[in-house]
Antibody, heavy 119, light 107 residues
Framework: EVQLVESGGGLVQPGRSLKLSCAASGFTFSNYYMAWVRQAPKKGLEWVATISTSGSRTYYPDSVKGRFTISRDNAKSSLYLQMNSLKSEDTATYYC????????????WGQGTLVTVSS | EIVLTQSPTTMAASPGEKVTITCRASSSVSYMHWYQQKPGASPKPWIYDTSKLASGVPNRFSGSGSGTSYSLTISSMETEDTATYYCQQWSSNSPITFGAGTKLELK
């Protein structure tokens, strides 16, 4: 059974940093592109980042480019999201997701971890 | 960036009623994918590659479309179908984007 378990969320002040983690199991982690998708309270879904199988390629929307960094450790079957210079508009539930193949749709989702950016 | 516009934003359907949700893309895309999300839960893949049902999805659901116009259809509404549905695309020339969602309620 595929499982994605996020951790690392919490309350953080504007301008500070936070690192999210996602522990994956039930599949060969190194074979799949992985991603982060977020959802602000009562709002829709927003793609945040995608990383290739080896980690050599990363993709971001303009809203987080230069502030967020996605990374992975295939030996630990773990995905990470380093978030710097956080803003109030980054407040959201962050989901770890596994792409179906490469840069395409999201076949599996974690339960999410809430990040609140507030002073 | 390819913008996805879903319609309607909210709708209510009676049990047994046919439901159609539309997703229009600002530029042509090769495929559209759909997710179902219920309150307090993570999104679930629902329809992928425009018309393929994800595992466990009832066959009263179907997907169709091409180019800039796609749709999700429920042939006969059931209580358990109440949820918010999101469309999503990716293309080599655009970041991944989602539609704003369609909230489907029971009438």
């Amino acid at each position: 059974e595929v499982q994605l378990v996020e951790s690392g969320g919490g309350l953080v002040q504007p301008g500070r940093s936070l690192k999210l983690s996602c522990a994956a199991s039930g599949f060969t982690f190194s074979n799949y592109y992985m991603a982060w998708v977020r959802q602000a309270p009562k709002k829709g879904l927003e793609w945040v980042a995608t990383i290739s199988t080896s980690g050599s390629r990363t993709y971001y929307p303009d809203s987080v480019k230069g502030r967020f960094t996605i990374s992975r450790d295939n030996a630990k079957s773990s995905l990470y999201l380093q978030m710097n210079s956080l803003k109030s508009e980054d407040t959201a539930t962050y989901y770890c997701a596994r792409h179906a193949g490469s840069y395409d749709w999201f076949a599996y989702w974690g339960q999410g971890t809430l990040v609140t950016v507030s002073s | 960036e390819i913008v996805l516009t879903q319609s309607p934003t909210t709708m209510a359907a009676s049990p047994g009623e046919k439901v159609t949700i539309t997703c229009r893309a600002s530029s042509s895309v090769s495929y559209m994918h759909w997710y179902q999300q219920k309150p307090g839960a993570s999104p679930k893949p629902w329809i992928y590659d425009t018309s393929k049902l994800a595992s466990g999805v009832p066959n009263r659901f179907s997907g169709s479309g091409s180019g800039t116009s796609y749709s999700l259809t429920i042939s006969s509404m059931e209580t358990e179908d109440t949820a918010t549905y999101y469309c999503q695309q990716w293309s080599s020339n655009s970041p991944i984007t989602f539609g704003a969602g369609t909230k489907l309620e029971l009438k």
